[in-house]
């Protein structure tokens, strides 16, 4: 059973994917990349950004950083909110939170964002920590922001059962899994078939619906 709930956020609470795929569209051409499909551009969501410009674009790291720097240029003000909550999340973490679930976000993405997120779409009031990575990149993987959540909430290492990671890709439990927590792999955002199951996910669903009822029967009574 658990009590503290970790929750991603992008394809896990919202679907990010025009603001994001936008932005990265937006830092390619400064490469004088075209990229028309933004289809193709959907793996940038979830891992970190400066991975995925290397990973799919094969830029040194230099060059990543310089595509994280143009990426941010459009997303600070404009991509940050061509974004959408996913039906349904707003009353199932209200219900969580009312039952006495502890909850919190773990994202990837800038912590700033995070919150800033959190707050335009009235979501902020249900949890009780918002972390995200630092813009600096030195926090910026998976497990590095779960530690910094399960820190930042107190806890100790004898409390690691009573956690749950909750994302829609593999390096939501890739790093729960680094980190000695369960998670639970949600098809609702933009893993790929199988990928959830590859990375070892605890436990799958595949819509908010079955999510929220998983979350409720798995909660400490």
Do not use: W
């Not at 094969?58 to 959408?84: C, H, M, P, S, W």
Request: glycine content about 8%.
């Amino acid at each position: 059973m658990y009590h503290y709930l970790l929750f991603d956020l992008d394809g896990t609470l919202t679907n990010p994917k025009e603001g994001i795929t936008r932005c990265v569209q937006y830092a390619l051409r400064h490469f004088g990349i075209e990229e028309p499909n933004l289809d193709k551009l959907e793996p940038f969501i979830g891992p970190p950004l400066i991975d995925s410009f290397m990973e799919y674009y094969g830029f040194t790291r230099e060059q990543a950083l310089k595509g994280v720097e143009k990426y941010r240029e459009r997303f600070r003000d404009t991509g940050i909110f061509e974004n959408q909550v996913l039906e349904g999340i707003p009353q199932m973490l209200k219900t969580l939170k009312e039952q006495g679930a502890c909850l919190a976000v773990a994202s990837s993405k800038p912590e700033e964002y995070v919150t800033r997120i959190l707050e335009k779409f009235d979501l902020a009031r249900y949890f009780h920590q918002v972390v995200g990575a630092s813009m600096d990149e030195s926090r910026s993987a998976k497990a590095d922001v779960i530690r910094e959540a399960l820190a930042r909430l107190g806890l100790k290492e004898q409390e690691k059962s009573r956690v749950l990671m909750i994302g829609d890709r593999k390096h939501d439990a890739q790093g729960a899994r680094e980190c000695g927590i369960d998670c639970l792999g949600a098809y609702i955002g933009f893993a790929a078939p199988g990928e959830l199951e590859q990375a070892k996910a605890t436990y799958i669903v595949h819509s908010v619906e079955e999510m929220s009822a998983f979350l409720q029967a798995h909660l400490e009574k």
